[in-house]
């Protein structure tokens, strides 16, 4: 038995993971849960799973949890510091981090510290941070099991392979809802029409990032660090059917893809069980109604977030964090109606040619580039 310490249980992630951990009750136990502030969906995940003790980011939303929670004999915690404490406890068999955004950056540093296996979906903490968190990871033999399939998908295709055998990886994308839309459509486009993915379900912010193509942007600087590869060994390719979820090519040029179909559950399972494989008891790939599959270039002309991605890698140090926290609050002000959508790769631009590179950051430096960004983008706006 697991016992499952779930940090964002009431995003998309979160709530497949609960799925799972419902699906095989003999495996998985939820110890704790926490989120950013869906109180009402917390206190009844809370309610259902019975956990040793709940989180919420938003200090305003605290008492109402634990008024409601009073008589459930389950401990509440609030803001940042109740959450790291949950990504750290010493009773916890593996965290799984599906916290949206850079503020999932402090529970996965607590939780590696600790030496504690690690389910990752909240990509910015590799993205901001990957030369450091990696870093421990490595000194304290850390089980760090990716989520996001793509990087799952590598994962399973690296497993019993020599990685220097690896001649590059080639993370594959749907192209996002704009993938034939001109250019000159850009500045009308609406929050409406950007949420509407032709594949996949997933949050927000995500969402809007797969329209900018910026959530490839992040992948590469993530595989970066998750696989040890030099950015000229990975590419993106676009696949508009999402069913290879990611490939890799070997020096013999044999190439190795992992298949299934646009569905979270299986890459979050795939991480709980590892290194076994449970049955799967949903939809299973069918290639015969599937019928086709296609890959074609990014155009990075008409989607400069992933040339922005590359280069923040390329320049190193605190750049990957400056392009991260510039994206998301580029993005929350473009789901707020107050930027276009084709100001959103302008304001990352303007972020990374403003602020000096701080080399071989530490944490803190990380951190406090994550407040200056911040202030810096909500000033432009």
């Known amino acids: 038995m697991k016992r499952i310490s779930l940090l964002g249980s009431t995003g998309s992630i979160g709530r497949n993971t609960l799925r799972i951990a419902s699906e095989f009750r003999d495996r998985f136990e939820i110890g704790y849960l926490a989120c950013g502030k869906n109180h009402v969906e917390l206190i009844r995940q809370a309610r259902k799973f019975k956990p040793i003790a709940v989180a919420i980011y938003d ?4 008492k109402i949890v634990k008024e409601e929670l009073a008589s459930e004999n389950i401990e509440v915690l609030g803001g940042q510091e109740g959450i790291n404490e949950l990504a750290s406890r010493s009773d916890i068999d593996i965290v799984v981090n599906a916290i949206v955004g850079s503020k999932g950056l402090e529970p996965t540093y607590h939780c590696v510290r600790k030496g504690i296996a690690l389910a990752l979906s909240n990509k910015e903490s590799i993205v901001m941070a990957g030369e450091i968190i990696m870093g421990i990871v490595k000194k304290r033999g850390v089980s760090l099991r990716p989520i996001d399939s793509e990087h799952s998908a590598i994962w399973q295709c ?4 020599d990685k220097e055998r690896v001649k590059r990886i080639i993370l594959t994308g749907s192209g996002g809802p704009f993938r034939k839309t001109p250019k000159e459509r850009f500045d009308s486009i609406t929050p409406k029409e950007a949420l509407r993915h032709p594949t996949w379900r997933m949050g927000s912010k995500i969402t809007i990032d797969s329209a900018t193509l910026m959530n490839k942007g992040l992948e590469v600087i993530e595989a970066k660090w998750l696989f040890d590869m030099e950015p000229d060994k990975i590419d993106v390719v676009i696949h508009p059917q ?4 990611s490939l890799v090519e070997f020096v ?3 190439v190795k893809a992992q298949l299934g179909i646009p569905d979270m559950k299986l890459p979050i399972q795939f991480a709980l069980s590892y290194p076994e494989r449970l049955p799967r008891t949903w939809e299973r790939l069918n290639l015969e109604i599937i019928k086709e599959l ?16 590359f280069e923040a890698l390329r320049i190193g140090g605190n750049a990957p964090a400056i392009l991260n926290v510039a994206n998301e609050n580029a993005v929350y002000a473009f789901l707020e109606s107050k930027i276009k959508f084709s100001q959103i790769p302008m304001l990352i631009e303007k972020a990374l040619t403003h602020f000096a590179v701080i080399k ?7 951190l406090e580039t994550e407040k200056e960004v911040k202030e810096y983008i909500r000033s432009l706006i």
């Open 59 to 62: 200090q305003s939303r605290y």
């Open 158 to 161: 690296l497993l019993g392979e």
């Open 242 to 245: 999402s069913i290879v979820h």
């Open 252 to 254: 013999d040029g044999s």
């Open 294 to 309: 296609t890959f074609e270039e990014p155009d990075i002309e008409r989607f400069p977030c992933l040339r922005l991605a």
């Open 360 to 366: 071989n950051p530490v944490i803190e430096e990380i």
